[in-house]
């Protein structure tokens, strides 16, 4: 069920990630909500100043107890009460259309809430209607749990319910007990889920934790850390490779069960979340059979350090190893990980966004990088945190003017503001050589460009110390790429016998470059990237 090129909008998109309680706060009660968000679409999209993305993906704003800050979900067809109501996330999605952005959901199928009705059921008597939705297991004679499993936050992925006398099971925290999609009535109640948002206007939904979905049957305990590719964080930090515990085959079918939801709503993508390297990524992208997901994300970039040969691997890697005709999927930020101007630096953030918005894939900017904010100093961060994973720091609140609270709220934000005096919205929609007006061009050029927006890519190498470039094609366009990651300038060797010696004009550079340029003689400054348009 390929679909067509209408309902294949996100190839090539860019969507914007919100983390809504860090967006902006219509109330006063220093918690962003949907009304704030609907403020500020404006800033996305339909205005004459705006990013020009192609839709918004909101982090959950479910029912929750807030244990994971709304991935502990207590009701899938609700809206939680700090950010609004049913009838705002109508309004907010309808906000969304009429500025022709698609509006993404999180959808979260692995675990549920300790408080979600479904639980509290499950753990009233081993003989509950919804026991088995959930993963128990007895104890071995010496009462210790029943596998090694270690959970992503650290300790036992299992938890002692001394009222039933089993352990459950959790991949994240104790609060977040593990679906078991063995069980069908899991399966078809997920399902009912896709549909109420489905049929409410939502767009699609990134899907959180996909590896998570399905454990091994017989519990084996997993072995230690042995391959070579494993992603910060999601089983290599514990010591031990997640080979019985996560991202087992069966979990194929739970993204088939998804998917064929999905079908039944032309039009609708699903993104994947699962930290694992792109040669296993691919399997979970159907190897381009269209019964897995649409998109999925590729974190090496991500997690690539700032050096030449670190980030070509990624990218060649992606293009090496993704199915045909599907796309990779980008981001250099979320709310799980350091900001890219900390963890890249201040100064590679022009360079890093030029890097997001030419390669060939969907791209995915988290609120806040397009104006370079910073992670915060955990001096000024709350002392117990909020968020026990420690990512309070990634998740401050955006900054839109330059005053105390940053034009994020009337009150005392839940979070503080890092430095809204030095980046903010305001002042940088003002200057046409900030980082926001970079973000702003490199997304015009990209949907003004067919080379850009859908084209292939083909890239060169040994063009020039700590020169990366690659060519995007597209029927009538060709645009050639060339970044300097270094910290000094660097002369371009080009091809021009394939290339032609007489250059072309450039279409969007970090750097005030314009008009023609000749690529026999094209010395790139440090850290610049420039996108020209060959003939």
Do not use: K
Request: charged share 20%; hydrophobic share 40%; with cysteine.
């Amino acid at each position: 069920m390929a679909g067509d090129a209408s309902d294949r909008w996100w190839e090539g998109a860019v969507l914007y990630q919100v983390y809504p309680r860090s967006f902006a706060d219509s109330n006063g009660d220093g918690i962003g909500d949907l009304r704030g968000i609907l403020e500020h679409l404006d800033h996305l999209a339909g205005a004459d100043r705006s990013l020009g993305v192609d839709g918004v993906w909101l982090s959950p704003i479910y029912p929750s107890p807030q244990h994971d800050f709304g991935y502990d979900i207590s009701d899938y067809t609700g809206v939680a009460a700090e950010f609004g109501t049913l009838d705002e996330l109508d309004a907010l999605i309808a906000g969304c259309h009429e500025r022709g952005l698609r509006f993404l959901m999180d959808l979260v199928p692995c675990h549920t809430s300790i408080d979600h009705p479904w639980f509290v059921d499950a753990r009233s008597s081993r003989d509950a209607e919804h026991r088995d939705w959930y993963v128990w297991a007895d104890p071995p004679p010496d009462g210790s749990p029943p596998s090694n499993w270690e959970s992503v936050f650290g300790g036992s992925a299992w938890e002692w319910d001394a009222a039933s006398g089993q352990y459950y099971l959790h991949t994240f925290y104790p609060e977040q007990p593990n679906l078991n999609w063995r069980n069908p009535a899991v399966a078809t109640a997920m399902g009912d889920v896709m549909r109420f948002w489905f049929e409410r206007g939502v767009d699609g939904f990134r899907v959180d934790a996909i590896f998570a979905a399905v454990h091994d049957a017989r519990l084996r305990d997993n072995p230690p850390v042995r391959r070579a590719h494993m992603i910060p964080g999601f089983g290599g930090d514990a010591g031990q490779d997640a080979l019985w515990s996560m991202a087992r085959p069966e979990v194929h079918d739970v993204i088939r069960h998804i998917r064929a939801v999905a079908n039944e709503f032309p039009g609708r993508v699903l993104v994947g979340e699962a930290y694992l390297p792109v040669e296993e990524l691919a399997g979970y992208l159907g190897h381009g059979r269209d019964d897995e997901f649409h998109l999925a994300f590729d974190f090496e970039l991500l997690h690539s350090p700032w050096e030449h040969q670190h980030l070509t691997l990624a990218v060649e890697r992606s293009e090496a190893l993704h199915p045909p005709a599907v796309w990779p999927t980008y981001a250099i930020g979320n709310h799980d990980q350091a900001r890219p101007a900390s963890r890249w630096g201040a100064a590679r953030e022009r360079a890093a966004a030029f890097l997001l918005l030419t390669l060939r894939g969907v791209a995915v900017l988290y609120a806040g990088d397009e104006i370079g904010m910073e992670n915060a100093d955990p001096a000024i961060l709350p002392d117990p945190p909020f968020d026990r994973a420690g990512r309070d720091g990634y998740r401050t609140p955006m900054q839109w003017t330059p005053t105390a609270v940053a034009g994020f709220t009337t009150g005392t934000p839940w979070l503080p503001v890092v430095d809204a005096q030095a980046r903010n919205v305001l002042d940088q929609s003002a200057d046409p050589d900030s980082l926001l007006s970079l973000y702003r061009r490199l997304i015009a050029a990209r949907r003004a460009s067919p080379a850009l927006a859908r084209g292939t890519h083909r890239s060169f190498f040994g063009v020039g110390t700590d020169v990366m470039a690659w060519m995007r094609e597209a029927p009538g366009d060709r645009v050639l790429c060339l970044l300097n990651v270094g910290d000094q300038p660097s002369r371009c060797a080009l091809p021009t016998a394939r290339l032609g010696a007489d250059g072309g004009e450039v279409v969007v550079a970090t750097s005030a470059r314009a008009g023609h340029v000749t690529l026999a003689e094209m010395t790139l400054d440090a850290l610049e990237g420039v996108a020209i348009r060959i003939g």
